[in-house]
């Protein structure tokens, strides 16, 4: 068993530039506020690196996949 005093949690929010992931907008496409994707990939990496962990939600889930190098479908 591990003790962690620290956890970061993903929630969350608008949709993750497809540009992150190498492919054009949908037309459904609405972008998060205004640096939040360069700020959460940066964090959801670093807490990787870190092996801290992440409770990804929604959104957060979204984020992190795509700081791992995945894809999204744009519009289910």
């Known amino acids: 068993t591990r003790d ?3 956890a970061i ?3 969350g929010g608008g949709d ?3 540009a992150l992931y190498g492919e054009a907008p949908h037309p459904t496409f609405e972008p998060a506020e205004p640096g939040r ?4 990939m ?3 990496r670093a ?3 870190a092996d801290v962990p992440v409770l990804a939600i929604c959104r957060g889930m979204q ?3 795509v700081a791992m190098g995945g894809t999204l479908i744009q519009d289910i």
């Open 4 to 6: 962690f005093d620290t």
């Open 37 to 40: 994707d360069a700020f959460e």
């Open 42 to 44: 940066a964090l959801a």
């Open 47 to 49: 807490a990787v690196a």
């Open 16 to 18: 993750v530039d497809p």
């Open 9 to 11: 949690m993903a929630l």
């Open 63 to 65: 984020v992190l996949n």
